[in-house]
């Protein structure tokens, strides 16, 4: 798995007042978290993935993520149950992302979009940052 940081333009987009910037490494740290969190629970991490963000949205870009059955599933007609079985996971996982971007942006999440495209396969996972997390829930 590559993790490739995001440059520097655009990482410390428009914040609420007081709310710190995610930086190169923030990003770094989300990425792997993702990358981990998405190997222990489907056996499999994407092999390539990257992290951009701008402002309050955080964007996890997810490449070459489907495990060795999804792609037999895939391959033999079954697109549609593999994309439904990466939107039950990414379901599955919500609530650990959401504290692993919390921790390490110090922002809390308000939002949290996923998506799996199978073919090419790519996925995205989106989390919308609120006020800064000691700032209360």
């Known amino acids: 798995m590559t ?8 990482l410390d987009g428009p914040n609420r007042p007081g709310d710190p910037p995610v930086n190169g490494e923030g ?3 989300i990425t792997n978290a993702i990358v981990r969190l998405l190997r ?3 056996g499999r991490g994407p092999t390539k993935a990257r992290t951009v ?3 309050d949205l955080i964007i996890v870009h997810l490449r070459d ?9 895939h391959a033999s007609g079954q697109r549609e149950l593999v994309a439904r079985g ?6 599955a996982i919500r609530d650990e992302a959401i504290a692993a971007v919390e921790e390490i942006s110090g922002r809390r999440v308000v939002a949290y979009l996923s ?16 006020e800064h997390a000691g700032n209360g829930r």
Do not use: Y
């Open 3 to 10: 993790a490739i940081p995001e440059q520097p333009s655009g």
């Open 27 to 29: 990003t770094l740290a």
């Open 40 to 42: 222990a629970r489907a």
């Open 53 to 55: 963000v701008s402002g």
């Open 65 to 73: 993520c489907l495990t060795v059955a999804e792609q037999t599933i």
């Open 86 to 91: 990466r939107d039950v996971l990414h379901a």
């Open 115 to 130: 998506s799996q495209n199978t073919e090419p396969d790519h996925g995205l996972i989106a989390f919308v940052l609120g």
